[in-house]
């Protein structure tokens, strides 16, 4: 009934190679790099204008669009404080992740909720006295054929193969793609699921939607808030961008937009325990 992805690759690379490099990565999950002129019809507004007259400063290496609130301003932590769908915050922020790699934001994004699910946890690699979901060893009881660690460090995840990987765990799993979804049937799962301190809902999206510079990514929403109609984004690249407030319908456009690897559109993974 679904599917998804996005990436990217990079590198000093000259000539020939470096172009065959730079259109490998806009296949894919997490790339950062901005749409080809070719998918220009596909853009949204925001993309086509200038960086400078779109953004303010934020906490990021990269500036924050003006259409999105980072939490990190007065004006973002107020929206957190004073929504009543904020549930799905405190756990996932206790276990935050920043994705390992540029590939990773699949692999982090689903580390994080493993971990805030409280469900029993795997012997980890990192911490041999406590168990715990790494990105290091997320792959360890993966079917290879679904997903392996070399292949998504460098192309990412579909929605259908974080999908089948989550699948793994024992956890319950729910796939959307925002073409089968109203507007509204994405605001409520969006404010439904992060009403929730046991269920959360993993965002496969393309930036450039948002006002932001790169390609497809992954990330969690921890909080909706009803009186801006916005969501809290927990960007799993914090090298890049801070967490943000997205506009709903932007987000849903976002979720819209066709992965080119599977010819369909992203859009959401919910994941809960499977007790739920």
């Known amino acids: 009934m679904f599917r998804y992805s996005s990436t990217r690759a990079a590198g000093r690379i000259s000539g020939f190679a470096w172009v065959v490099t730079v259109a490998a990565a806009m296949l894919t999950a997490c790339a950062p790099m901005p749409p080809a002129a070719g998918d220009a019809h596909t853009a949204s507004p925001l993309a086509a204008q200038p960086s400078q007259s779109t953004t303010h400063s934020a906490d990021g290496p990269l500036p924050v669009p003006v259409n999105l609130i980072a939490l990190t301003q007065p004006a973002g932590q107020r929206r957190l404080m004073s929504s009543a769908y904020n549930q799905s915050y405190w756990p996932l922020s206790q276990y935050f992740e920043t994705q390992r790699n540029e590939a990773y934001c699949s692999v982090a994004t689903s580390v994080m909720a493993l971990n805030a699910l409280g469900i029993r946890r795997p012997e980890s690699s990192l911490y041999p006295d406590f168990p715990f979901f790494s ?92 009186a801006s109609d916005s969501a809290l984004l927990l960007d799993v690249a914090r090298y890049k961008y801070p967490a943000v407030w997205v506009p709903v319908a932007q987000l849903y456009a976002a979720a819209q937009a066709v992965d080119s690897v599977s010819g369909l559109s992203r859009g959401l993974v919910i994941v809960s325990n499977a007790a739920n």
Do not use: C
């Open 135 to 226: 990105q290091q060893d997320f792959f360890r009881a993966i079917d290879p054929q679904v997903a392996n660690a070399a292949k998504v460090s460098r192309e990412g995840m579909t929605l259908d193969q974080l999908s089948a990987a989550l699948g793994t765990f024992p956890v319950d799993v729910k796939k959307f793609h925002a073409s089968d979804l109203t507007l509204d049937q994405f605001r409520n799962l969006v404010r439904d699921t992060t009403a929730r301190h046991d269920r959360f809902a993993l965002l496969n999206f393309r930036r450039v939607e948002i006002g932001e510079t790169g390609g497809g990514h992954w990330s969690p929403l921890a909080a909706y808030d009803t």
